[in-house]
Protein backbone atom coordinates (compact mmCIF):
# COMPACT_ATOMS: atom_id res chain seq x y z
CA UNK A 1 0.00 0.00 0.00
CA UNK A 2 1.23 3.57 -0.84
CA UNK A 3 1.56 5.63 1.96
CA UNK A 4 0.55 9.19 1.68
CA UNK A 5 3.53 11.87 2.50
CA UNK A 6 2.96 13.98 4.92
CA UNK A 7 4.34 17.46 5.47
CA UNK A 8 6.47 17.49 9.07
CA UNK A 9 5.81 21.15 9.50
CA UNK A 10 2.01 20.72 9.63
CA UNK A 11 0.81 19.54 12.97
CA UNK A 12 -2.38 16.94 13.09
CA UNK A 13 -4.77 19.60 13.39
CA UNK A 14 -3.08 21.32 10.63
CA UNK A 15 -2.93 18.37 8.18
CA UNK A 16 -5.68 18.68 4.79
CA UNK A 17 -6.99 15.98 3.91
CA UNK A 18 -6.07 15.49 0.09
CA UNK A 19 -8.22 12.23 -0.80
CA UNK A 20 -10.36 12.95 -3.82
CA UNK A 21 -12.99 15.16 -3.65
CA UNK A 22 -12.41 16.57 -0.11
CA UNK A 23 -13.02 20.24 0.24
CA UNK A 24 -9.82 22.31 0.83
CA UNK A 25 -9.42 23.92 3.92
CA UNK A 26 -10.30 27.50 2.17
CA UNK A 27 -13.41 26.51 0.79
CA UNK A 28 -14.68 25.85 5.07
CA UNK A 29 -12.98 29.03 5.99
CA UNK A 30 -15.23 30.64 2.81
CA UNK A 31 -18.29 29.32 3.94
CA UNK A 32 -17.62 30.68 7.92
CA UNK A 33 -17.22 34.09 6.28
CA UNK A 34 -20.26 33.33 4.55
CA UNK A 35 -22.43 32.72 7.17
CA UNK A 36 -21.10 35.60 9.45
CA UNK A 37 -22.13 38.07 6.71
CA UNK A 38 -25.38 36.90 6.84
CA UNK A 39 -25.91 36.62 10.93
CA UNK A 40 -23.94 39.80 11.83
CA UNK A 41 -26.66 42.43 10.17
CA UNK A 42 -29.83 40.46 11.54
CA UNK A 43 -28.26 40.29 15.19
CA UNK A 44 -27.71 44.27 14.63
CA UNK A 45 -31.51 44.79 13.04
CA UNK A 46 -32.92 42.32 15.89
CA UNK A 47 -30.96 44.47 18.65
CA UNK A 48 -32.46 47.50 17.75
CA UNK A 49 -35.63 46.25 16.95
CA UNK A 50 -36.36 45.28 20.30
CA UNK A 51 -35.40 48.39 21.58
CA UNK A 52 -37.85 50.24 19.16
CA UNK A 53 -40.61 49.18 21.13
CA UNK A 54 -39.59 51.30 23.62
CA UNK A 55 -42.48 54.50 23.97
CA UNK A 56 -39.25 56.63 24.79
CA UNK A 57 -37.64 56.12 21.25
CA UNK A 58 -40.70 55.49 19.09
CA UNK A 59 -40.32 58.20 15.80
CA UNK A 60 -36.70 58.72 16.28
CA UNK A 61 -34.32 57.70 13.48
CA UNK A 62 -31.85 55.01 14.86
CA UNK A 63 -29.24 57.43 13.78
CA UNK A 64 -29.93 59.27 16.96
CA UNK A 65 -30.16 56.25 19.12
CA UNK A 66 -26.53 55.49 18.78
CA UNK A 67 -25.56 58.51 19.15
CA UNK A 68 -28.14 58.64 22.66
CA UNK A 69 -26.22 55.32 23.44
CA UNK A 70 -22.85 56.66 23.14
CA UNK A 71 -23.62 59.60 25.27
CA UNK A 72 -25.18 57.40 28.05
CA UNK A 73 -22.30 55.57 28.14
CA UNK A 74 -19.64 57.88 27.77
CA UNK A 75 -20.77 61.29 28.21
CA UNK A 76 -21.19 63.82 29.53
CA UNK A 77 -17.70 63.86 26.62
CA UNK A 78 -16.76 65.91 23.62
CA UNK A 79 -18.51 65.57 20.66
CA UNK A 80 -15.30 63.99 19.00
CA UNK A 81 -15.92 60.96 22.03
CA UNK A 82 -19.50 60.40 20.04
CA UNK A 83 -18.41 60.30 16.72
CA UNK A 84 -15.52 57.73 17.87
CA UNK A 85 -18.04 55.59 19.82
CA UNK A 86 -20.53 55.64 17.24
CA UNK A 87 -18.53 55.30 14.00
CA UNK A 88 -19.10 58.36 12.21
CA UNK A 89 -17.33 61.42 10.91
CA UNK A 90 -17.40 64.81 13.39
CA UNK A 91 -19.75 66.64 10.92
CA UNK A 92 -22.30 63.64 11.06
CA UNK A 93 -21.74 63.41 14.90
CA UNK A 94 -22.13 67.36 15.21
CA UNK A 95 -25.19 67.25 12.90
CA UNK A 96 -26.98 64.29 14.69
CA UNK A 97 -26.46 65.87 18.14
CA UNK A 98 -27.69 69.38 17.09
CA UNK A 99 -30.82 67.29 16.44
CA UNK A 100 -30.93 65.47 19.72
CA UNK A 101 -30.16 68.88 21.44
CA UNK A 102 -33.33 70.80 19.48
CA UNK A 103 -35.37 67.88 20.26
CA UNK A 104 -34.30 68.36 24.50
CA UNK A 105 -32.55 64.90 24.59
CA UNK A 106 -29.30 66.01 24.63
CA UNK A 107 -27.72 69.26 26.50
CA UNK A 108 -24.22 71.19 26.53
CA UNK A 109 -22.15 72.16 29.09
CA UNK A 110 -18.56 73.54 29.67
CA UNK A 111 -15.95 70.71 30.95
CA UNK A 112 -15.35 72.39 34.81
CA UNK A 113 -11.46 71.23 33.75
CA UNK A 114 -11.31 73.32 30.36
CA UNK A 115 -14.04 75.76 30.18
CA UNK A 116 -13.16 75.87 26.28
CA UNK A 117 -14.20 72.95 25.69
CA UNK A 118 -17.93 71.70 25.36
CA UNK A 119 -19.15 68.38 26.62
CA UNK A 120 -22.47 66.32 25.71
CA UNK A 121 -24.63 65.09 27.70
CA UNK A 122 -28.43 63.64 27.87
CA UNK A 123 -31.32 65.56 29.84
CA UNK A 124 -32.33 64.14 32.87
CA UNK A 125 -35.33 62.46 31.71
CA UNK A 126 -33.34 60.87 28.35
CA UNK A 127 -30.73 59.08 30.92
CA UNK A 128 -33.64 57.39 32.32
CA UNK A 129 -34.87 56.30 29.31
CA UNK A 130 -31.86 55.14 28.16
CA UNK A 131 -30.88 53.64 31.55
CA UNK A 132 -33.95 51.68 30.98
CA UNK A 133 -33.11 50.22 27.07
CA UNK A 134 -29.61 49.23 28.40
CA UNK A 135 -31.80 47.01 31.09
CA UNK A 136 -33.60 46.02 28.00
CA UNK A 137 -30.22 44.90 26.11
CA UNK A 138 -28.76 43.22 29.03
CA UNK A 139 -32.00 41.52 29.34
CA UNK A 140 -32.32 40.54 25.50
CA UNK A 141 -28.26 39.32 26.02
CA UNK A 142 -29.33 37.51 29.00
CA UNK A 143 -32.25 35.48 27.39
CA UNK A 144 -29.89 34.58 24.65
CA UNK A 145 -26.90 33.29 26.42
CA UNK A 146 -29.98 31.46 28.72
CA UNK A 147 -30.35 29.01 25.68
CA UNK A 148 -26.77 28.40 25.25
CA UNK A 149 -24.74 25.59 26.86
CA UNK A 150 -23.04 27.30 29.99
CA UNK A 151 -19.13 26.27 27.78
CA UNK A 152 -20.42 28.10 25.08
CA UNK A 153 -21.27 31.00 26.44
CA UNK A 154 -17.33 32.33 27.92
CA UNK A 155 -16.37 31.58 23.46
CA UNK A 156 -19.11 33.37 22.31
CA UNK A 157 -18.09 36.88 24.00
CA UNK A 158 -14.16 36.18 23.53
CA UNK A 159 -14.94 35.51 19.77
CA UNK A 160 -16.93 38.51 19.54
CA UNK A 161 -14.28 41.00 21.45
CA UNK A 162 -12.05 39.14 18.95
CA UNK A 163 -14.15 39.82 15.80
CA UNK A 164 -14.23 44.01 17.38
CA UNK A 165 -10.68 44.04 17.70
CA UNK A 166 -9.82 42.84 14.16
CA UNK A 167 -12.86 44.79 12.08
CA UNK A 168 -11.70 48.05 14.38
CA UNK A 169 -10.13 50.47 11.53
CA UNK A 170 -7.32 52.52 11.62
CA UNK A 171 -7.61 56.05 11.57
CA UNK A 172 -7.79 56.72 7.80
CA UNK A 173 -8.62 53.28 6.61
CA UNK A 174 -11.21 51.93 4.77
CA UNK A 175 -13.81 52.07 7.04
CA UNK A 176 -13.40 55.79 7.27
CA UNK A 177 -13.70 56.09 3.53
CA UNK A 178 -16.92 54.69 3.39
CA UNK A 179 -18.48 56.74 6.39
CA UNK A 180 -21.66 58.15 5.23
CA UNK A 181 -22.01 61.42 3.99
CA UNK A 182 -21.70 64.74 6.32
CA UNK A 183 -25.68 64.88 7.90
CA UNK A 184 -26.21 61.34 7.13
CA UNK A 185 -24.89 59.36 10.22
CA UNK A 186 -25.57 55.31 10.00
CA UNK A 187 -29.04 54.53 10.10
CA UNK A 188 -30.66 57.82 10.10
CA UNK A 189 -32.76 57.55 7.39
CA UNK A 190 -34.08 54.86 9.66
CA UNK A 191 -37.02 55.70 12.10
CA UNK A 192 -37.23 53.60 15.47
CA UNK A 193 -40.31 51.79 16.16
CA UNK A 194 -42.19 51.98 13.00
CA UNK A 195 -43.74 48.67 13.44
CA UNK A 196 -43.31 45.74 16.09
CA UNK A 197 -41.70 43.50 13.03
CA UNK A 198 -38.81 46.18 13.65
CA UNK A 199 -39.33 47.10 9.71
CA UNK A 200 -38.54 51.18 9.34
CA UNK A 201 -39.27 53.98 7.28
CA UNK A 202 -37.65 57.19 5.92
CA UNK A 203 -38.97 59.96 8.72
CA UNK A 204 -39.89 63.34 7.30
CA UNK A 205 -37.25 66.00 6.78
CA UNK A 206 -38.25 68.33 9.12
CA UNK A 207 -37.02 69.24 12.84
CA UNK A 208 -36.72 66.64 15.11
CA UNK A 209 -39.32 64.99 17.70
CA UNK A 210 -39.19 66.81 20.82
CA UNK A 211 -38.57 65.00 23.76
CA UNK A 212 -40.61 63.65 26.99
CA UNK A 213 -40.07 61.20 29.47
CA UNK A 214 -42.13 57.94 28.08
CA UNK A 215 -41.70 58.98 24.47
CA UNK A 216 -41.14 61.30 21.75
CA UNK A 217 -43.54 63.58 20.36
Known amino acids: MEEREVDPARSD ?5 DRPGSAPDDTDEDELVDGA ?3 LPEIGKLLYAGIARH ?8 GQLKLMLAIHR ?4 PVGTVAEKVGVSMPTASEGIERLVEGGIAQRSAN ?57 PDPGGFVAAVDPSPGSPDGADEVVGAGSSGA ?14 GGVS
Open 13 to 17: GERRD
Open 37 to 39: LAI
Open 55 to 62: PGVVGLPI
Open 74 to 77: HGPC
Open 112 to 168: PADRRQVLVGLTPSARATMAEIERLRRAQIRAALGRMAPEERPVLVRSLRVLAEVLR
Open 200 to 213: YAPPPRSRPPSFRP
